[in-house]
């Protein structure tokens, strides 16, 4: 039989989507199954956007558009950048409309990936980096951090791990799976480093709206290496438009000019109709999305105050995102299990869904999501807090 792709092949599914399936398993056998897994708001997509799509189709707005994005929305996209990240070189010509953040960093990597290339990984990751990585033809390096640095690249880790063959470096701020945000002085001292090397940066910053510790920042703001950085955003989170599929990106414009070479021959466009709402979006959802911010730190708060009264597990807050990073080793020591077994556990026996830290390259922890309501935060950590005594109890 004909072999199959080996980039296919050496790539892994989505651990949370497959988690996300099992839920809904459990669930359609009639189990109570509360979910702290997926990442997507539980809100609405705002009212403005949902008309904004309605005139779309019946203005018989429904054909192919330019590959790259309809004008308006690329305009309005390049003066979301220069005004809320500082990117002043961005411009409609250097801005690719996609289909969802993630697309915008798989045509990234396809545009400037080559075999034997390497692209650096901060662990804990989001989960489908390596696997993009592979996919595009390069492989990925993980760069270990911990609880001890906040989960953040130091400069002298990232210079260990520069060279020749480094194609590229993949920053998440806001970060999925921790929280954690870079302060423009950190990120200052990581763009002294990679000023010294020629290599592309792609920022992750699809969770800029939601933060809650301090102000986001883009590295693309720091002109040592504006010129290569490629920073990516998006609709799904800030406007709970997950579904819509709509993301974007801008950077350097030859960069830019080969990934839409690449989506031209992948998807042809963004859906037409989701274009014209996300450019509602940009326009008028504004207070939606600060009313969204300010009910997940309510939940937050919420959720840290009920996990810090659990044994045997310790909550790293987060900056931004919406999820908790909790460790649980103590627990995994005494339970004698990894962190997958316990989550697999406490989604079989007490019907919550959480993500394990092996999805994101970092086992002894779970991903707890707090995009869903405070009374099911609090359902489910008293779940959470039986299985521990019945764990503790058995061992």
């Keep these: 039989m004909r072999r199959l792709s080996s980039r296919v092949l050496a790539a892994s599914e989505s651990q949370t989507l497959a988690i996300a399936a099992r839920a809904n398993e459990l669930a359609r056998a009639g189990h109570d199954v509360i979910s702290l897994a997926l990442g997507e708001p539980d809100f609405p997509t705002p009212l403005c956007v949902r008309q904004a799509a309605c005139r779309a189709i019946e203005e018989g707005k429904t054909r192919y558009t330019a590959s790259s994005g309809i004008p308006e929305l690329r305009s309005a996209v390049a003066e979301k950048f220069r005004r809320d990240n500082c990117l002043p070189f961005a411009t409609e010509a250097n801005v690719l409309i996609s289909c969802g953040a993630k697309h915008s960093i798989m045509n990234a990597l396809h545009a400037i990936c080559n075999?034997?290339?390497?692209?650096?990984?901060?662990?804990?990751?989001?989960?489908?980096?390596?696997?993009?990585?592979?996919?595009?033809?390069?492989e990925p390096v993980i760069i270990e951090t911990s609880s001890d640095d906040g989960f953040k690249l130091t400069p002298d880790r990232l210079?260990?791990?520069?060279?020749?063959?480094?194609?590229?470096?993949?920053?998440?701020?806001?970060?999925?799976?921790?929280?954690?945000?870079?302060?423009?002085?950190?990120?200052?001292?990581?763009?002294a480093v990679l000023a010294e090397y020629d290599c592309y940066i792609i920022s992750d910053e699809i969770y800029?709206?939601?933060?809650?510790?301090?102000?986001?920042?883009?590295?693309?703001?720091?002109?040592?290496?504006?010129?290569?950085?490629?920073?990516?955003?998006?609709?799904?989170?800030?406007?709970?438009?997950?579904?819509?599929?709509i993301g974007f990106m801008t950077g350097p414009e030859h960069v830019i000019r080969q990934a839409a070479k690449v989506q031209s021959q992948d998807t042809s466009n963004p859906t037409s109709i989701a274009q014209y709402a996300a450019l509602a979006a940009l326009d008028c959802a504004g207070d939606d999305v600060v009313l969204m911010r300010n009910q997940f730190a309510e939940r937050r708060a919420l959720l840290l105050a009920l996990v810090n009264q659990?044994?045997?597990?310790?909550?790293?807050?987060?900056?931004?995102?919406?999820?908790?990073?909790?460790?649980?080793?103590?627990?995994?020591?005494?339970?004698?299990?990894?962190?997958m077994a316990l989550a697999s556990y406490l989604l079989e026996q007490y019907h919550?869904?959480?993500?394990?830290?092996?999805?994101?390259?970092?086992?002894?922890?779970?991903?707890?999501?707090?995009?869903?309501?405070?009374?099911?935060?609090?359902r489910a950590i008293e779940r959470f807090s039986r299985c521990i005594d019945v764990l503790c109890t058995v061992q």
């Design 310 to 339: 659990l044994p045997l597990v310790h909550a790293h807050p987060p900056d931004g995102a919406f999820y908790v990073w909790l460790e649980v080793r103590p627990l995994c020591r005494k339970a004698q299990m990894d962190s």
């Design 115 to 138: 075999p034997g290339d390497h692209v650096l990984i901060v662990a804990p990751y989001w989960v489908s980096y390596p696997a993009m990585v592979r996919l595009a033809g390069a």
């Design 159 to 191: 210079a260990a791990h520069l060279g020749p063959t480094v194609a590229c470096v993949i920053l998440n701020s806001p970060c999925n799976p921790t929280g954690t945000m870079y302060t423009r002085e950190e990120l200052v001292a990581l763009a």
């Design 352 to 378: 919550v869904a959480t993500i394990p830290g092996d999805a994101f390259g970092m086992n002894g922890y779970l991903r707890l999501s707090f995009a869903t309501r405070a009374d099911e935060l609090e």
């Design 208 to 245: 800029e709206k939601l933060t809650y510790t301090c102000s986001h920042v883009s590295i693309g703001s720091i002109e040592t290496i504006a010129e290569r950085t490629i920073t990516v955003n998006g609709c799904s989170k800030a406007y709970a438009m997950t579904g819509w599929r």
